[in-house]
């Protein structure tokens, strides 16, 4: 077998990538917080931010909503 030219001459290189049309980069959603990070928040929500005088057992969607019904 004789050494060839494997992958065209510099004067073609980017061909492909110049025919195809431009896409414009997608907005996403923020990434999800793992591992230690998430730990830490989790550590900051249930220990550090409660109030140690307020003896209610508060769920995590606590401070959204209805928070008193008028009567």
Do not use: F
């Amino acid at each position: 077998r004789k050494m060839g030219k494997v992958h065209g001459s510099m004067a073609r290189n980017g061909k492909v990538r110049n025919q195809a049309p431009k896409v414009a980069k997608q907005e996403r959603a923020k990434k999800r917080v793992v591992g230690r990070a998430k730990k830490r928040i989790q550590y900051n929500r249930r220990i550090v931010n409660v109030d140690p005088n307020d003896k209610r057992k508060k769920g995590p969607n606590a401070g959204s909503g209805r928070k008193e019904i008028p009567v």
